[in-house]
């Protein structure tokens, strides 16, 4: 029984020496880094839905008030030309989908940019909204296709019946008149089959696009690097650059996995520096449960 006892103790001392080094490997700090000149700052950022009808307790009305103006501060410390949102939902029933708690808060806060990849929600699902400067891009286009058998149909179901996911896409003009596309993608969690298909369907959604103009992909794709989800846009010539650490941290500063968040690219655009994550609170609180991914980039 001792004997036992001991290897018993011993596998959960490793266990938790394990743990502690995944920790420390994903925790690296990564403090805020300056715009490099003459390049273009693209982010992700999953920013949580807002539940409501609960008053109080994680994601309701009353943490929503908490967490807006640590929001709005991680949002000027990214300072990116480009920031695609996931998960910017006021969730809610009997009418409550034509509440967007987030996107109202951060467009009265940021008179400087303009928001691509959103409409009527009646039509365009308005979750995934691109956020950008105007003063430098001009919007010529925008669009979305759900992760599904039925992609064109809004609010359509995964290819398992789960809740809905989908990507957004806007096309833009920068001041020296190149053209691109950002995609801005958030896969279901817990279906590895869902998350292949899903970037079954993106990698034929954007092989047009691609092969005329630069695209990025970004967003929350529920997957590390080396994983097969985001290996299928690999094989279509989309390049992710590593985002160190963790970007999901449970909403407590708790960073167990590598990144799940990403930036990625087609050949043709070029990093300037890391791509890096950008950990830690603002005005001393959690503005969500995942960090911003933030690069640098030139266009061909």
């Known amino acids: 029984m001792m004997r036992w006892v001991r290897r018993l103790g011993i596998l959960f001392a490793a266990l938790i020496a394990i743990l502690g080094g995944m920790v420390a490997c994903n925790s690296l700090p990564q403090p805020v880094q300056d715009p490099v000149p003459d390049t273009l700052r693209v982010a992700t950022y999953n920013v949580h839905y807002i539940w409501l009808d609960r008053a109080e307790g994680d994601w309701s009305r009353g943490d929503w008030e908490r967490r807006k103006g640590p929001l709005q501060s991680a949002f000027r410390a990214i300072d990116a030309d480009i920031i695609g949102f996931q998960e910017m939902e006021s969730f809610g029933r009997g009418g409550g989908e034509q509440v967007n708690l987030t996107l109202d808060w951060l467009v009265e806060q940021n008179p400087d940019y303009a928001v691509a990849a959103i409409g009527d929600p009646a039509d365009f699902p308005w979750t995934q909204p691109i956020f950008y400067r105007p003063a430098r891009l001009t919007l010529l286009d925008q669009g979305w296709f759900f992760f599904s058998d039925t992609p064109d149909v809004i609010y359509s179901r995964t290819f398992n019946g789960s809740w809905p996911a989908y990507a957004t896409w806007a096309e833009f003009a920068d001041r020296d008149g190149t053209i691109f596309r950002v995609y801005n993608v958030h ?59 963790s970007t999901f941290h449970f909403n407590r500063g708790l960073n167990l996995f590598p990144a799940i968040d990403h930036i990625g690219g087609t050949g043709g655009i070029a990093p300037v520096g890391e791509t890096f994550t950008l950990r830690g609170q603002f005005d001393g609180e959690w503005p969500t449960d995942h960090y911003p991914v933030i690069g640098d980039f030139t266009l061909p």
């Open 187 to 245: 896969t279901e969690y817990r279906s590895g089959s869902n998350r292949r298909l899903s970037m079954e369907l993106t990698a034929d959604r954007i092989a047009g696009p691609m092969t005329g103009m630069p695209v990025f992909v970004i967003g929350d794709f529920n997957a590390i690097r080396g994983s097969r989800t985001l290996e299928i846009l690999e094989e279509v010539g989309v390049t992710f650059w590593p985002a160190q650490g």
